[in-house]
């Protein structure tokens, strides 16, 4: 019995030493004192099979030991292994910082650090600004006229977007730009989403571009003639760094600029001879400067020694001789400005490389490290934005759309999309402000804008198919009074561009993420590089203090002992602490991964995959719990919590089955899988209560869809272009007097107390009236309830020949 305490006390105090990461001081005491005391009281076997223990703790754990044997081979071993960085993936790891993502990785995520990142509102320039220019820049927006008439925003609103300074919202007011926070940036272009066109075409010169660039790297000379005039619209941005052969490999770009002595201005000056090809940028026909992206190289020495110099950029007029520009691509179902930029030969004066001489060959750290923001930002917006407004149409047609005498919003096939729908535009809302909030506090999320730009814009794909569904046919036939079809359309744009999606979850997000975020594997990396073995014997001992640790946080949570205390009230606390015991699984998935696979890891891009879906997953459950315990609740939304949260963890939690079933080493596997998961699964999918509620509040008249459709384009004012969200939201406003009336005209028709051949609504409302089952007031409420109705359920029809560009071309079937 003695024996059987001893090895039970020891068991449970190294569990508890190696939860706390407490070293191997504690652990060398624990057994050398239970081992004492075995051989005390008669249990010598067990007692020596302590002490034996406490000789490898020793001998592993003491550095004045383990540094005269075990460390060296371990660095021997680490040197042949470890992964190689090249320069550029070097520069990709070191842009941007580290912060709630660095303690998911950790596997004992500290709350506070999350919360200490306090949410502020917008301030009121900001706040009038999204109530007020928002508004009527969306009021000029018309999807159909836009994508099919136009192919263009209408003039007066590209006079608008530029008078108000849509295009400066990054630029200090010192240039004359607004200078708006990270999180109203976000705010405007979510709310500038309701037309896509309008969305990139303010969203791209506020991202990555010259703008940004500039602002980073940009002369004093640089800043002063440009940023005031792309403040104000006199100049136009655009970008060009992908081309026919470089896409996600950016790096692999091949235009060439190459140093070399030229004419301009009439004067001999020492330059660049540009030669170039590039594809899909975005305002390109229509962009007066041109930001360019290119290898640069120095064959003669005119600048050095360097022949090779790097990746540049360089800012480029318009009208510079030799660059050919004007010409525009289609992207699919938007008509945003897109377009090829080519030029052969093109000379350019040094000077006008962005930062000047001294910032050549940086063109890459310049890129990698303005990018994090600006994907944080632009595309994740969109996709926030255009998902409210999917809410919101979804709800509001759904609930006047009549079938089998009930809306359709009360059956239970309709209620499960609308229920989706909503939940993921809550996660992407809290998602994108809460990460806009930490750019401002200053950090720079190079993995979370990977996270956010591949998740957020699946969400978006998900979205508006879902809206799309419930629509029917309302929204797939197309014209002026579809809202809808044209966004659905277009959403493969957001899926592709800034990084591909495939590319982004396969490759960055745990790939960038298991070096960025983790606690110690640059250390590591570093002590490799420096040849540096006392950093290295501490670095590669506290991983495998962390390794141990998440081991015994994740098991012991598993089997629900010792849950982390958390600073959340009662709803959001168990989703916190489920989140707690995920971490600790995936920081130890994580290592086990990274250390059965080494270098390998790389290659297996749909292991990543599933690493970085279970980051991904604990990164938005935290934004969400952060945003629901900073801002006022509201009726049903603790239901939508409940149905987000189960949804994202029971994501997660399938990300880790299937990396157990797929991990090449399956004993590691079936051992990772019973530390992990002791129990089972323990995060399930949403109930169907849940979406029962969700889906009644988002299509009535609720506060909780109020909330979500917050900041949206929801009114309609003299001289605006049509808005049904503001039409829904009336019908809403009025559905709830409506809905007893229908029930009691069709309880009426069905006992025959109504004509047989009242068929249509308004029949039986005028036969209700007369057979004064209604009185007058309701029917004059039906009646132009009815019409409204009727004018949302309507589509467009055209003409015979409407569609063919050749009318020459046109088969005319009816020979009549």
Known sequence: MLELLLIVVALAGLVWIMRREAGALPALGLLLILGALGIIFGAVTVGVLLWLGALAVAVCGLPTLRRRWLTPRLFAAFKKSAPKVSETERIALEAGSVAWDGELFSGRPQWQRLLDFGTTQLSEEEQAFVDNQCSVAAGMCNAWEIARTRADLPPELWDYLKREGFFGMIIPKRYGGLEFSAKAQSAVLQKLAVNETLMVTVGVPNSLGPGELLLKYGTEEQKDHYLPRLADGREIPCFGLTGPRAGSDATSL??????????????????????????????????????????????????????????????????????EIGR??????????NGPIRGQDVFIPLDWIIGGTEMAGQGWRMLVECLSVGRCITLPSGASGIGRYALGWAGGYTRIRRQFNLPVAEMEGV?????????????????????????????????????????????????????????????????????LGIAYAANPVSITVEGANIMTRNLMIFGQGAIRCHPYVLDELAAKDNDDLPAFDKAIFRHAGMVFGNAARAFTLGLGIGKPSVPFDEIAAPYAQEVARLSAAFGLCADAAMASLGSGLKKREMLSARLGDVLSNLYLTSMLLKQWHESDNVEHEATLLHYSCRTLLHRAEQAFIELFDNLPN???????SAIAMPLGRRCHKPHDRFTREIAHAVSTDSALRRKLIENTWNTQEAGQKDNPLARYNALLADSERAEPLYRRIAKAYGKGELPAEALHPEQRVEAAWEAGLIDEDDAIFMRRFEREVLEMLSVDDFAFDAFALDKESVVWHDTA
């Not at 026909?285 to 003669?300: H, K, N, S």
């Not at 978006?460 to 579809?482: E, K, S, W």
């Open 254 to 323: 091949p235009d060439v600029g190459v140093v070399c002595r030229g004419k301009h201005n009439g004067e001999d000056v020492l330059g660049l001879k540009l030669t170039f090809e590039k594809r899909w940028i975005t305002l390109a026909p229509i962009a007066t400067v041109v930001g360019l992206a290119f290898r640069m190289f120095d064959p003669d020495g005119l600048l050095g020694d360097t022949e090779d110099l790097g990746i540049t950029c360089a800012l480029i007029p318009r009208n510079t001789q030799g660059m």
């Open 328 to 337: 525009r691509h289609h992207p699919i179902g938007s008509p945003f400005m």
């Open 415 to 483: 209620q499960e999309p609308l229920a989706r729908i909503a939940a993921h535009a809550y996660i992407a809302q809290a998602a994108v402000m809460q990460t806009a909030n930490t750019i401002d506090h200053g950090v720079k999320p190079a993995v979370p804008s990977a996270i956010l730009k591949s998740q957020l814009t699946e969400f978006q794909r998900n979205m508006l198919a879902d809206a799309m569904d419930v629509h029917g046919g309302r929204t797939v036939t197309l014209g002026p009074r579809n809202y």
């Open 666 to 672: 399956r004993a590691l596997a079936t051992t990772l």
